[in-house]
């Protein structure tokens, strides 16, 4: 695979899933980090954003404290606009901002260091979900966002995940399992803007009392889901 550049602007989650599928990583700007490390995040907005991937444009604020669901059938688009939020993706049209500052290709970088990022196709070329921990949690050390092993664990147990899990066999794992120890990783990790592309595909209580708990943490959290699976603060249907 290409080199991965670590950076104090890319989001854990982000550098670790290109390592994984040997992307590459760009990295924009000086490498000052106490200069550039991003203020708290306020809102998230998109302003008549048409993706190629979506039939119609997209206007729509999230902010901190609220749980805002990216819902649509599946093949919609709404892995669209988490490329779109994540600056994977350029927008055809229209705007997509951070405290009103824009998101592009180019200044994402600058933007994933506030991002906690849980994707729907979760794809691990390890044996033990207890490898990813410890390696996610060494890059977040390594950008200055460490946390112990022990906050992870407590993020699992409010999900009713044992440790147990994190040494057993992948293979033998559900996607949903193994999506919902990312989310706790996420959780425990930290970062502003907390983005999950369908960690659930039917109604989940538990998922719900999660999401709603990273909010009233004063986090803005977005979720894409196929129906309504969780509770949420507004809905945006694509």
Do not use: W
């Given at each position: ?103 592009t290709v180019g200044s994402a970088p600058f933007f994933r260091k506030t991002v906690s990022y849980v994707p729907q196709d979760v794809r691990l070329a390890v ?23 022990a906050a992870v664990a407590a993020e699992m147990a409010t999900l009713g995940i044992t440790e147990d899990v994190l040494r057993t066999d992948v293979r033998s794992?559900?996607g949903r399992l193994v999506r919902l120890v990312l989310a706790a990783l996420g959780s425990a990790i930290g970062g502003s803007i907390f983005l999950l592309d ?41």
């Amino acid at each position: 695979g290409k080199k991965i550049a670590h950076d104090t602007f890319i989001s854990v989650f982000y550098v670790y899933l290109c390592r994984c599928y040997g992307m590459a990583v760009s990295v924009a700007g000086n490498e000052n980090h106490e200069s550039h490390v991003p203020k708290r995040i306020i809102m998230l907005e998109f302003k008549n954003v048409q993706l190629e991937a979506v039939p119609h444009e997209l206007s729509f604020v999230a902010r901190l404290g609220e749980v805002t669901a990216i819902r649509g059938e599946r093949g919609s688009g709404k892995t669209s606009v988490v490329n779109a939020i994540l600056g994977r993706a350029p927008v055809v049209s229209g705007f997509v901002t951070i405290d009103g500052e824009l998101v592009t290709v180019g200044s994402a970088p600058f933007f994933r260091k506030t991002v906690s990022y849980v994707p729907q196709d979760v794809r691990l070329a390890v044996s033990r979900l207890s490898v990813v921990v410890d390696e996610m949690l060494a890059i977040a050390a390594s950008q200055g966002r460490g946390c112990a092993k022990a906050a992870v664990a407590a993020e699992m147990a409010t999900l009713g995940i044992t440790e147990d899990v994190l040494r057993t066999d992948v293979r033998s794992l559900d996607g949903r399992l193994v999506r919902l120890v990312l989310a706790a990783l996420g959780s425990a990790i930290g970062g502003s803007i907390f983005l999950l592309d369908e960690p659930v595909d039917r109604p989940d209580t538990v998922m719900s009392s999660f999401l709603r708990r990273q909010a009233e943490r004063g986090r803005c959290v977005v979720v894409t889901e196929s129906g309504d699976y969780v509770d949420c603060d507004k809905t945006i249907m694509i």
